[in-house]
């Protein structure tokens, strides 16, 4: 059996976790979003491709959900004591690895595909972890603050800020000359059926969902999604920012017809979101909280029964 799935950050990550463990003999390839991508201090960072790499090799500081676990900061305090901006964006001693690793083999004509595999080969994360593109797209957002109106980076917006400004708009820059990244297309046509994680659906989900193609080689396929929504507000994270900013509201059936049903044949809720439908969705409530492991395999598991029940 193979699955693909398309993947965020800490929700993706714990999510595959689950469905790692729900289908252990399943060939599992995860399509990773790198529109969070961004160059700090001279190095290339991919939080979300990390964030899995880490979630699912067993390096990950479980309590946060992000970065290294028994992670020591002395770089960054040594980069702010020589007042080196930005200081908002802290990477962790041991998180500085990966990225001098990525930034040298990117200085040297790799693709970021191939660095992808060359780090997975130490965490052996058990999936195959393509990024969405080896192409730069970068996630930007258009705030309209006390300097005036203005776009930043995703990443200044989402941690320095903590989405506290309203986005007026949110773009993709570079994405209309992208390529899916080697591999990508080939695993989406020969998957038994996609899954989508509880990620969030416009600046994860969403972001891959833009790169030409992608979308369009999910059409065929039986694809069934976890709502990131349970009774109007996001699991975690700020994902009602990022909806409010591009006019949908934070519901489940509102993500749900974002998506669409030609894309969606399958939609999970939460039982308290279990008057949601749209014609040609097969639309499940099952407990969503992912706060324990068992009850993190039980989703993916759910998800995974009502794919099966939906492929032809």
Known sequence: MHIVSLAGGIGGARFLRGLRAAAPDADITVIGN?????????????PDLDTVMYTL???????QGWGRAKESHVVKEELAAYGVEPQWFGLGDRDFATHIVRSQMLEAGYPLSQITEALCARWQPGVRLLPMSDDRCETHVVINDAQGRRAVHFQEWWVRLRASVPAESIALVGVDTARPAPGVLEAIASADFVIFPPSNPVVSIGTILQVPGIREALLPKTVVGVSPIIGGAPVRGMADACLTAIGVETTAQAVLDLYGSDLV????VAEEDADVSLS?????????????????TALARAALTLAQALTP
């Open 57 to 63: 090799g067993g390096g990950i500081d479980e309590e």
């Open 280 to 296: 040609g969705v097969q639309v499940e409530a099952r407990p969503l909280l992912m706060n324990s492991p068992d009850a993190t």
């Open 265 to 268: 044949n399958g939609w999970l």
């Open 34 to 46: 790198t529109g969070d991508d961004i160059t700090l201090f001279g190095l290339r960072v991919c």
